[in-house]
């Protein structure tokens, strides 16, 4: 057999990953994954140069995860001529400049939520990727799954008729022993909100992809475990506090609740909780309707649930579990056959073609930095709500 030298010579991208900790291990799947799972994209990432705060730290992560080369210095990643795509997994509070000067430099973004902790930032990295003409995408990881990817359809062609209410929660308990040290996700400073930055800007992705754009809230943002131990040199994940450490305050909030009206009518409800004891990584939601209503859930993603009212309601009673399976979304380039729950990492590989898709096409991903900021502006618009203790439209 001959191949041709043109045959099948898929496109490279170079990657450029900024931070090296726990969501580095994830995006890095997600490349590694790609070109076995979307052969047909004809894209091969090239795990370029990773940047960390120290050298230790970045020398350590690059070999872990197989990037050729890495620096202390994140401005040398953004800025080295042999880059195509900049992706940004530090702390919140450094999304903005590192986004900015990757945009600056005419590289596209991936960058993880939330997008910034102010609106001015978040409006800022968006117009600038708009103007610059790069693409950009929001490390969101649940919109792309095969059961939100259904939802959507069946929001879309009617299936549920008009939508009267979304109810949504994010309830995770890796946060709730009170010895754990304040790490960055604490600080508002570089996390931004607690629970409803982290979880809940998840939350608020979904319920606007689904529902459409939040006009107006109410807030009630808590904090249950007001100080934790010092963090002495902990960066990261799994540190442990030190024996008798002094406590700091913790900045930002554990649980939130926030009541939502939606562009096209419907209302939302929106909750979060870092320390809700029993509920390990329990994101799930409930989509009513005039015609039916649908209910997802993470954990349980293999199928979604579905009920409609008229025939089939007069027939039988409850819902109908509608298992995922290759004719749904991307399940097809996991697995032939249904009912294989797709987790937050095999997502991730979604997210990434899809912003490699929009490179290599020409056009918007989604979720963009127009979503991403978006999704800031909605959490701006609870903590206000919260602290002035009133309704508040959400800024657009
Ligand atoms: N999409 C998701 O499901 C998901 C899940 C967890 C976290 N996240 C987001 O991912 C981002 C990273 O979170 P994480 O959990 O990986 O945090 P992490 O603390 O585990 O890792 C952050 C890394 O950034 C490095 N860093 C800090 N300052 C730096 C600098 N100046 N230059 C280069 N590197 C620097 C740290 O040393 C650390 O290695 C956050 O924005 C977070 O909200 C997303």
Redesign the pocket.
């Given at each position: 057999m001959t191949i041709t030298a043109t045959e099948a010579r898929p496109r490279t991208l170079r990657v450029a990953l900024?931070?090296?900790?726990?969501?580095?291990r994830?995006h890095s799947f997600a490349y590694n994954s790609l070109p076995s799972l979307f052969p047909e994209l004809g894209v091969v990432p090239e795990l370029s140069i990773l940047?960390?705060?120290d050298d230790e730290?970045a020398r350590a992560?690059a070999a872990q995860l197989g990037f050729a080369r890495f620096t202390s210095d994140?401005r040398e990643a953004v800025t080295a001529d042999d880059i195509d795509v900049v992706d940004i997994?530090?702390?919140?509070s450094?999304?903005f400049d590192i986004a900015m000067a990757a945009i600056a430099a005419g590289k596209h973004v991936y960058c993880?939520?939330?997008l910034a902790i102010t609106v001015d930032e978040a409006r800022r990295m968006r117009d600038a990727a708009r103007v610059a003409g790069v693409r950009t995408i929001v490390?969101?990881?649940y919109l792309g799954g095969p059961g939100i990817q259904l939802a959507k359809q069946f929001v879309d062609d009617g299936t549920l008729g008009d939508i009267w209410q979304i109810k949504s929660h994010f309830f995770a308990d890796g946060n709730a022993d009170p010895s754990l040290p304040r790490?960055?996700h604490y600080e508002r400073a570089k996390a931004g909100l607690g629970s409803l930055g982290?979880l809940g800007s998840?939350v608020i992705s979904l319920v606007e992809f689904l529902g459409g754009p939040v006009d107006e809230v109410f807030g009630e943002l808590a904090t249950v475990v007001p100080e934790r131990p010092r963090a002495v040199g902990a960066?990261?994940?799994g540190s442990k506090a030190e024996e008798g450490a002094p406590l700091d305050p913790v900045e930002n909030d554990d649980i939130a609740t926030v009541v939502a009206r939606l562009s096209g009518g419907a209302r939302a409800l929106i909750e979060t909780s870092r320390v809700a004891n029993g509920h390990s990584f329990d994101l799930a939601l409930e989509i009513v309707g005039s015609k039916g209503s649908l209910r997802f859930s993470q954990q349980d993603s293999y199928a979604v649930d579905l009920f409609l009212r008229g025939e089939q309601a007069q027939r039988f009673t409850g819902t109908t579990a509608i298992t995922m399976g290759p004719q749904h979304g991307d399940y097809a380039a996991y697995w032939p056959f249904g009912g294989v729950t797709l987790g937050?990492h095999e997502q991730k590989a979604i997210e990434v073609r899809n912003l490699f898709r929009a490179i290599v096409e020409g056009h918007e991903a989604y979720p963009s930095f127009e979503q991403g900021a978006s999704v800031v502006e909605v959490l701006d618009a609870a903590q206000r709500s919260s602290d002035e203790r009133v309704w508040v439209d959400v800024a657009r």
């Amino acid at each position: 057999m001959t191949i041709t030298a043109t045959e099948a010579r898929p496109r490279t991208l170079r990657v450029a990953l900024i931070g090296g900790g726990l969501m580095a291990r994830s995006h890095s799947f997600a490349y590694n994954s790609l070109p076995s799972l979307f052969p047909e994209l004809g894209v091969v990432p090239e795990l370029s140069i990773l940047a960390d705060v120290d050298d230790e730290r970045a020398r350590a992560a690059a070999a872990q995860l197989g990037f050729a080369r890495f620096t202390s210095d994140w401005r040398e990643a953004v800025t080295a001529d042999d880059i195509d795509v900049v992706d940004i997994v530090t702390p919140n509070s450094l999304h903005f400049d590192i986004a900015m000067a990757a945009i600056a430099a005419g590289k596209h973004v991936y960058c993880e939520k939330p997008l910034a902790i102010t609106v001015d930032e978040a409006r800022r990295m968006r117009d600038a990727a708009r103007v610059a003409g790069v693409r950009t995408i929001v490390g969101f990881s649940y919109l792309g799954g095969p059961g939100i990817q259904l939802a959507k359809q069946f929001v879309d062609d009617g299936t549920l008729g008009d939508i009267w209410q979304i109810k949504s929660h994010f309830f995770a308990d890796g946060n709730a022993d009170p010895s754990l040290p304040r790490t960055w996700h604490y600080e508002r400073a570089k996390a931004g909100l607690g629970s409803l930055g982290d979880l809940g800007s998840h939350v608020i992705s979904l319920v606007e992809f689904l529902g459409g754009p939040v006009d107006e809230v109410f807030g009630e943002l808590a904090t249950v475990v007001p100080e934790r131990p010092r963090a002495v040199g902990a960066l990261s994940y799994g540190s442990k506090a030190e024996e008798g450490a002094p406590l700091d305050p913790v900045e930002n909030d554990d649980i939130a609740t926030v009541v939502a009206r939606l562009s096209g009518g419907a209302r939302a409800l929106i909750e979060t909780s870092r320390v809700a004891n029993g509920h390990s990584f329990d994101l799930a939601l409930e989509i009513v309707g005039s015609k039916g209503s649908l209910r997802f859930s993470q954990q349980d993603s293999y199928a979604v649930d579905l009920f409609l009212r008229g025939e089939q309601a007069q027939r039988f009673t409850g819902t109908t579990a509608i298992t995922m399976g290759p004719q749904h979304g991307d399940y097809a380039a996991y697995w032939p056959f249904g009912g294989v729950t797709l987790g937050l990492h095999e997502q991730k590989a979604i997210e990434v073609r899809n912003l490699f898709r929009a490179i290599v096409e020409g056009h918007e991903a989604y979720p963009s930095f127009e979503q991403g900021a978006s999704v800031v502006e909605v959490l701006d618009a609870a903590q206000r709500s919260s602290d002035e203790r009133v309704w508040v439209d959400v800024a657009r």
